[in-house]
């Protein structure tokens, strides 16, 4: 199978509500990526157009310059861009030798505009994690 393993997108929170045929169609559209520790995947401020989940490695997360997070195996990034390609909020630097999976709006939108149940389902998905955020 070319794309993500699986196993790696099942733990995406965003994808929860998926079968595992909507995770098989959507694991197929993920390329990977490399990066190499002091690289930066993506810059605060700059265009975005693609969500990233780490499969092995470390990376720092700053937001207006201050650190907020270190992302590790299974963590993601990047979620926002994938629905609407606006500037990315944070910093994301490699803190180690990373490896990553890749999906960009480009690939992503056509399956969600021909399968309105995935679209549903990751619709459903945000609106929970936007108002676990919010509450927490």
Avoid at 110 to 117: F, L, Y
Wanted: neutral net charge; proline residues 3%.
């Amino acid at each position: 199978m070319r794309g993500a393993p699986q196993d790696v997108l099942r733990r995406v929170p965003i994808f929860a509500g998926l079968t595992k045929g909507e995770i098989e169609q959507i694991a197929r559209l993920f390329k990977e990526r490399r990066f190499a520790s002091g690289d930066v995947v993506i810059q605060e401020g700059s265009g975005g157009a693609a969500f990233y989940v780490v499969e092995s490695g470390d990376c720092r997360c700053v937001v207006a310059g201050k650190e907020r997070a270190i992302f590790h195996s299974g963590d993601f990034f990047g979620e926002i861009a994938m629905f609407d390609e606006g500037p990315r909020t944070a910093t994301i630097t490699a803190t180690s030798d990373l490896v990553l999976w890749g999906l960009t709006y480009w690939d992503f939108r056509p399956v969600v505009e021909a399968n309105g149940v995935i679209g549903w389902k990751l619709l459903q998905r945000m609106a929970h994690l936007l108002r676990d955020a919010r509450t927490s």
